[in-house]
């Protein structure tokens, strides 16, 4: 199968730099880029090109941190901090999820919506339930989105009805790895965070992560009031990294979402075992948890990626992400008397979509045997489209954030 | 002319309170809201209901700062802080809309991408050019949308080709105002601020505002390097806003943007003068201009209201601008050590619609006798709605900030 569109392309092959191709072809053969080209090689010239005229074409949008459950309750309840936050309105809310039909309602919902808004790679957080974790990855299955789910375990300091036993947790996210059998969607083991997962459970899911080759997400050092809890609940660790650390679940291939208040000794401590940071704007800025340097950790080599992480986050939107990842970075900018340098519109869109590239065993931009995962977007309803060029006309497309100029998307096959 | 909505509508006639009348009735006789009832009177029985089913019916925003020819140049150019991004972006931009056709086009384009998004009033800067400014009226007026727009005056410290001189600048100023005669949009005096304004060119607007009993905008206290300009240029002013204040251009029908480093002496002569903050959240953090300390504004007892500012700001949805000034607000409590309260989405609303009630001699919320100036918003593509109270869907709905979910408009009639 070849697929062939013609526009305006964009690639973030570095963080700080678009390349552009105006006018030109990006080919792809069985899902999978061949190249991009000024004119269409010669091989090609009987196929069929998608014609986008004066359109964009870009990558699509990972979101490396959200809470599936959570869309149920996206822009409600915002005005508590994180444990608050979690113990007044997330956890009540999650513990419905344990009704599939309501589960399969939400989640045929926001996988519809999530492709609407040009993201096609995600990182997600379930609840605790099985079935419905399974609904939940059938449905972004279904739907053409890559990328992996996972059953949240939490077998302490829950909701009610919203807590398992150590055995439970365990024996469930057993029966589950064993019914995991989608064709884009993989499963990735997933303590809630340490304050909600004893030590036992901890030890007990670092072993399936490695027994069964799987990555790794949680949450770490997001607000000051849990990096106090779990001091005092893991006194035998100095630091919050540690308590992932001892039980093998601080992999190259783990997310920690967060990282706002990570000391200099952690962020060398996710440098050192390449953890990726999932940076989260819009909920750190929502529960009030502080503000991540960002700019900072890049400049330290630590792999940043970009979350939405609905619904401390308000927004799916990875466009809206962006926008807001630029803006706390200038208020840290700000901040520090204009010291600390702030991320440019190429660095925050690297940020959504090239930099989890290794993730997913891939390389930066639209490099050729990546999947072809793109956006098209159609600006023509705004002005001035004829004086500016193609990464104005693209910052300004990033910022203006418009769900409805985005007309097609591509995930391998057309998705949308 | 009679006019009926039932739906669900919410009304904010207090700042910290919505007022929620479930499947009720709003009803407006020639434009003119009558009341909201929960049983139609008997009197409309005959007449012809528009049936809004289960969707939510809000009051329309009022958008009390932004600036037109900005619209071509929205979300571009983001990279400098204020002084060096109007010399390098901003007035080059600005400068162009001298070409009719240029002007025609974009303001077209602009006055329907406000309705779309429910702004039906506006405070708006033009450029300096007199014929583009009543095209932008002209078009503003057709589209439906109702409020003050103003030809910029600037004889100092403009860009190439973007400068007047002060008697150019008065006079054409007396021939846009004769030429002002359009049925919801009308004129209001400019001077950009006040290192772009002579003393002479202040005092002559000063005279025609008086002379005219028109209302005034202008920018005050943005920037830490503007302020110092202030002072140096106007050395017989102790503060930035007796510049204003020596030419009678500070009154109650005076809207002052910004006001980010107001000192407490400034804010006591704003109160004192009633004059109106224009609160521009999104521009603020993009030209990394600081944080407006709005709830201690509140406290005091200053009048604000809420700006877009595109485009220092990005988004003309006012949605994303009341969500940012949320955002705005819990940096300012997260630095305040929590301290400062943070806006709460009734507040931010608010700020958005019944605040500037009073600036077009009406009173806050749906109230009797204020136009029928409403968004109808259809919420159903999210999941949980009838788990949710109509106040949480409306709260939900505010930070979807979706475009698409508006399905009509009204300013007196339906306009969209």
């Given at each position: 199968m070849i697929t062939i569109l013609k526009g305006n392309i964009i690639s973030a092959d570095k963080i700080n730099e678009f390349k552009i191709f105006k006018d030109s072809f990006l080919v792809a053969e069985d899902g999978k880029i061949v190249g991009i080209f000024e004119k269409l090689p010669q091989k090609y010239k009987d196929e069929k090109v998608e014609d986008y005229g004066n359109k964009l074409i870009f990558q699509a949008f990972s979101d490396m941190h959200l809470h599936g459950p959570q869309y149920a309750m996206l822009g409600t309840g915002l005005d508590l901090q994180l444990l608050d936050w979690l113990n007044t309105y997330t956890f009540p809310v999650e513990a419905q999820f344990k009704d599939q039909e309501l589960a399969r309602d939400v989640y045929q919902k926001l996988a519809k919506e999530l492709v609407r808004n040009g993201t096609t790679r995600v990182c997600m957080f379930s609840s605790t339930h099985v079935d419905s974790t399974l609904i939940l990855m059938e449905e972004l299955d279904k739907a053409g989105i890559s990328g992996y789910v996972g059953k949240v375990n939490m077998d302490r300091n829950g909701g009610k009805n919203y807590q398992e036993t150590t055995e439970e947790s365990l024996k469930e996210t057993k029966r589950w790895l064993a019914k995991c059998n989608f064709k884009n969607i993989k499963p990735i083991i997933t303590p809630r965070f340490t304050p909600a997962c004893s030590d036992e459970l901890l030890k007990q899911l670092g072993k399936i992560a490695i027994k069964s080759e799987l990555p790794i997400q949680s949450h770490l050092s997001e607000n000051k009031n849990e990096i106090e809890w779990v001091k005092k609940l893991c006194p035998d660790s100095k630091e919050y990294w540690e308590t992932y650390k001892k039980h093998k679940l601080w992999t190259n291939k783990t997310l920690m979402a967060h990282c706002v208040h990570s000391t200099e000794s952690e962020l060398e401590a996710i440098k050192k075992a390449g953890v990726y940071v999932v940076h989260c704007p819009s909920s750190n800025q929502n529960v009030i948890s502080g503000y991540a340097q960002v700019k900072e950790m890049l400049n330290k080599g630590v792999r940043v990626v970009l979350g939405s992480d609905i619904a401390g986050g308000d927004h799916i939107s990875m466009f809206e992400n962006i926008v807001d990842a630029i803006k706390v970075s200038k208020g840290n900018h700000y901040n520090s008397n204009y010291k600390i340098p702030f991320l440019t519109v190429e660095e925050a869109f690297y940020l959504a979509t090239s930099a989890s590239a290794p993730f997913f065993n891939e390389r930066p931009g639209l490099a050729k045997n990546n999947v072809l995962n793109v956006i098209i977007l159609d600006?023509?309803?705004?002005?001035?489209t004829d004086k500016l060029s193609i990464k104005e006309r693209f910052k300004r497309a990033i910022y203006t954030r418009q769900k409805d100029a985005i007309v097609a998307v591509y995930n391998g096959v057309k998705i949308y």
């Amino acid at each position: 199968m070849i697929t062939i569109l013609k526009g305006n392309i964009i690639s973030a092959d570095k963080i700080n730099e678009f390349k552009i191709f105006k006018d030109s072809f990006l080919v792809a053969e069985d899902g999978k880029i061949v190249g991009i080209f000024e004119k269409l090689p010669q091989k090609y010239k009987d196929e069929k090109v998608e014609d986008y005229g004066n359109k964009l074409i870009f990558q699509a949008f990972s979101d490396m941190h959200l809470h599936g459950p959570q869309y149920a309750m996206l822009g409600t309840g915002l005005d508590l901090q994180l444990l608050d936050w979690l113990n007044t309105y997330t956890f009540p809310v999650e513990a419905q999820f344990k009704d599939q039909e309501l589960a399969r309602d939400v989640y045929q919902k926001l996988a519809k919506e999530l492709v609407r808004n040009g993201t096609t790679r995600v990182c997600m957080f379930s609840s605790t339930h099985v079935d419905s974790t399974l609904i939940l990855m059938e449905e972004l299955d279904k739907a053409g989105i890559s990328g992996y789910v996972g059953k949240v375990n939490m077998d302490r300091n829950g909701g009610k009805n919203y807590q398992e036993t150590t055995e439970e947790s365990l024996k469930e996210t057993k029966r589950w790895l064993a019914k995991c059998n989608f064709k884009n969607i993989k499963p990735i083991i997933t303590p809630r965070f340490t304050p909600a997962c004893s030590d036992e459970l901890l030890k007990q899911l670092g072993k399936i992560a490695i027994k069964s080759e799987l990555p790794i997400q949680s949450h770490l050092s997001e607000n000051k009031n849990e990096i106090e809890w779990v001091k005092k609940l893991c006194p035998d660790s100095k630091e919050y990294w540690e308590t992932y650390k001892k039980h093998k679940l601080w992999t190259n291939k783990t997310l920690m979402a967060h990282c706002v208040h990570s000391t200099e000794s952690e962020l060398e401590a996710i440098k050192k075992a390449g953890v990726y940071v999932v940076h989260c704007p819009s909920s750190n800025q929502n529960v009030i948890s502080g503000y991540a340097q960002v700019k900072e950790m890049l400049n330290k080599g630590v792999r940043v990626v970009l979350g939405s992480d609905i619904a401390g986050g308000d927004h799916i939107s990875m466009f809206e992400n962006i926008v807001d990842a630029i803006k706390v970075s200038k208020g840290n900018h700000y901040n520090s008397n204009y010291k600390i340098p702030f991320l440019t519109v190429e660095e925050a869109f690297y940020l959504a979509t090239s930099a989890s590239a290794p993730f997913f065993n891939e390389r930066p931009g639209l490099a050729k045997n990546n999947v072809l995962n793109v956006i098209i977007l159609d600006d023509s309803n705004l002005p001035f489209t004829d004086k500016l060029s193609i990464k104005e006309r693209f910052k300004r497309a990033i910022y203006t954030r418009q769900k409805d100029a985005i007309v097609a998307v591509y995930n391998g096959v057309k998705i949308y």
